[in-house]
């Protein structure tokens, strides 16, 4: 790194610093996360977050160390579908396990040295009786003891806590009306408490980079439709499998985006949260809402959609026959089968630039963040296709898109062919955005 990579990095994460202050994000964190020699910069990034006012539930697994107290008492133990079968004879030491690693927890996120990230930090960490659980129960006549499920989250009560600064640490435990104590898995906690807070983001912590595809590959993104078809398949199995569907569970309920980060990786979770690429796999929500490549069945709502635009001379008129001929060009938001907004993007491949073109929302549903979703969408196509840079033309809308990195251009400065074909009674203005 030469002596300004730090200030580029800095001013170009201001953006990501911006969107998530306030904003609650909940992270689940396994006991191997706890154990590995990188847990200490885990333990920093989660300070830098709450100096930035993001505000942060953490539930951690406590697997290993359980493991590791029955192992040491020479108790064996049972799994059964992917949880661990608690006796009651078991439960006390599941219990001092546990509340060993939320006592360790406590005192790493309250260091304070001189010379570390952490000094001056003062972090408030709070925990409680939060989660109200129930047993799991007798299953194929297997009776799991006091292993138990998440019945209820008190999201008050954790909000009021975020309101004052605190960081709040959730374990695997859960606990019934009638005073019993449950082990529960950690997973299923962080999924659920991300839904009862409608957080922005629930971060899932894996030994991986994030998912990976059957030849080593990281998956960079899927829907929570296409995590659920690969659950169905059988094409994610195990303890991923667990943590996939997690997310997935999380997003349907209503967050808005779960990502699948490495623990081995030293900084992937800011990588995720401050930069543009990120470093795991997003899983994102599309139960009734969804962002996608256009379909020919899509056309007649585009034409609803665009026509008004067109008459106020927002944009170029475009026939149903041109919409059918370059239809793959187009990606949409859909919205419970109605087609809200759309754009197009035409690849000028000699000069590796891409044009968005026939952009547009659906006034009832602006100032929602569909329109920068979107972009988002163009933008991931575009560089998929190798294009450096995105230019746009308007008439009407340059500092949304000013706002958005997009810079003034001179028209002398569009692909040949565009250059061509601008039409100069429309003086649309040009403005670039480099990838």
């Known amino acids: 790194m030469n002596s300004n990579d730090w200030l580029h990095g800095f001013r170009h994460s201001s953006p990501y610093i911006n969107a998530h202050r306030g904003r609650t994000v909940v992270l689940t964190i396994p006991g191997d996360a706890i ?19 993001v505000r942060l539930v953490v539930a951690f697994g406590a697997r290993p160390q359980i493991q590791a107290r029955l192992d040491g008492a020479s108790v064996q133990s049972r799994f059964e579908r992917g949880l661990r079968i608690t006796p009651e004879q078991h439960l006390s030491m599941v219990m001092e396990a546990i509340g060993g690693l939320r006592a360790y927890l ?32 007798v299953l194929d006549g297997v009776d799991f003891g006091y292993t138990g499920r998440v019945r209820r989250i008190d999201a008050s009560g954790i909000e009021k806590l975020l309101e004052l600064g605190h960081i709040v640490i959730l374990p695997p435990m859960g606990y019934s009306p009638t005073g019993d104590a449950f082990n529960l898995s950690y997973e299923d906690v962080g999924s659920q408490v991300a839904a009862a807070l409608q957080a922005e983001k629930l971060i899932v912590f894996i030994d991986d980079e994030g998912l990976l595809e059957e030849d080593g590959t990281l998956i960079r993104e899927l829907s929570a439709r296409q995590a659920s078809e690969r659950l169905a398949a059988g094409a994610v199995t195990g303890h991923d499998a667990d943590l996939l569907k997690a997310a997935c ?58 026509q008004p635009l067109e008459e106020q001379g927002v944009l170029v008129r475009r026939s149903r026959e041109m919409l059918e001929t370059e239809i793959d060009r187009f990606v949409v938001a859909e919205r419970d089968g109605t087609i809200v907004g759309c754009a197009a993007l035409y690849h000028y491949p000699e000069e590796s630039a891409g044009e968005l073109s026939c952009f547009a929302v659906d006034p009832s549903y602006r100032r929602a963040g569909r329109g920068d979703d979107i972009l988002a969408m163009i933008e991931r196509l575009a560089r998929g296709q190798g294009i450096q840079k995105l230019f746009v033309l308007t008439t009407q809308t340059e500092h949304w898109f000013r706002e958005r990195g997009f810079l003034p251009s001179g028209v002398q400065s569009l692909p040949g062919p565009k250059l061509a074909s601008y039409n100069s009674q429309r003086n649309s203005k040009v403005f670039f955005k480099p990838l």
């Open 106 to 137: 406590e005192s790493q996120l309250s260091m304070g040295l001189v010379n570390s990230p952490m000094h001056n930090a003062r972090i408030r960490v709070s925990s409680g009786n939060f989660v109200t659980a129930r047993p799991v129960g």
């Open 35 to 53: 154990e590995h020699g990188n847990f200490i910069n885990i333990i920093h990034d989660i300070a830098l977050l709450s100096s930035l006012g």
């Open 249 to 306: 569970d999380a997003c349907v309920k209503g967050v808005r985006r779960a990502h699948i980060i490495s623990y081995v990786d030293d900084g992937a979770l800011l990588g995720e949260l401050f930069t543009r690429d990120g470093s795991g796999t997003l899983v994102s929500g599309d139960t009734y809402e969804q962002i996608r490549q256009a379909r020919v069945e899509d056309i007649g709502g585009i034409l609803e959609l665009i």
